[in-house]
């Protein structure tokens, strides 16, 4: 792997000194525990790679860490596909701890289990920005489920579905299982036998076990990934099938 010097746009190179206060600035906690894991062994975070700079390398291929969405790799992610391996990991919480941070610094935090439990299929929100990416020869996806806690304060610039209580920070707390997908077949295989020969979003929600609008954001990167097309309408929705 080819790792050298970035130009910043006044022409100076970025080194990997200046890289590590540039990719760790505003990053949270789960991010950089992420990026310590996948460290482990003898990787190097914060490198400067084709003129971006990777969290980590580590055995002669590139992990991105993403706790987001993935619009803003849809530049980056192509250009070192060109060249490298690259494992984006992207972290889904099974279990998540909501702890509420209270205005008076005297008074003790509060911690509750969140009744929502994630599933890798969450990942499907972030990858509807890069669908057809994944099926690049050089890109592996893995979500990393996990038990975190969620740090909030009541700030009034938060959610108004949290009455004004902002979310301050996520902690990892543990690391449950990893699904490695490397193609969007993956994806969709665990649910191809609940699903009828021609269906719609409404059949891919209720093989996840999930809300319409993450079944639309499936259908939506099946298809871009190459796994279903649109056979059809059904009123105002439109059906699909398999391909191939």
């Known amino acids: 792997m080819s790792l050298h010097p970035a130009i910043l746009p006044n022409g100076r190179e970025l080194r990997p000194a200046a890289a590590a206060s540039i990719g760790e600035l ?3 906690s789960l991010h950089r525990a992420l990026k310590a894991r996948y ?5 190097a975070t914060e490198q400067a790679v084709d003129g971006f700079v990777a969290d980590v390398v580590a055995g002669g291929r590139i992990v991105e860490v ?3 969405g993935f619009r803003p790799l849809r530049r980056k992610l192509p250009r070192l596909l060109e060249r490298h391996p690259v494992t984006l990991a992207h972290p889904v919480a099974r279990d998540r701890y909501i702890v509420k941070v209270p205005a008076d610094p005297s008074a003790p935090p509060t911690r509750r289990r969140s009744p929502r439990h994630g599933s890798v299929f969450d990942v499907f929100p972030a990858l509807a920005s890069i669908p057809a990416l994944l099926a690049h020869p050089n890109l592996t996806l893995e ?3 996990t ?3 969620e740090v909030r304060a009541l700030t009034g610039r938060g959610s108004w579905r949290r009455r004004g209580w902002a979310i301050l920070d996520r902690r990892l707390v543990d690391v449950v299982e990893t699904f490695a997908v490397a193609s969007m077949g993956d994806l969709f295989s665990p649910l191809d036998a609940g ?5 719609t979003t409404r059949d ?3 093989a996840m076990g999930s809300s319409r609008r993450l079944g639309q954001l499936a259908a939506f990167c ?3 990934g190459g796994v279903s097309e649109v056979c059809g309408k059904e009123g105002n929705a439109l059906v699909y099938r398999r391909v191939g």
Do not use: Q, S
């Open 143 to 145: 979500v990393v489920m």
């Open 39 to 43: 460290a482990v062994g003898g990787g």
């Open 147 to 149: 038990v975190e806690e």
């Open 66 to 68: 993403h706790t987001g």
């Open 26 to 28: 505003n990053e949270r």
């Open 222 to 224: 099946f298809r871009k």
């Open 195 to 199: 699903l009828p020969e021609r269906f």
């Open 204 to 206: 891919v929600a209720a």
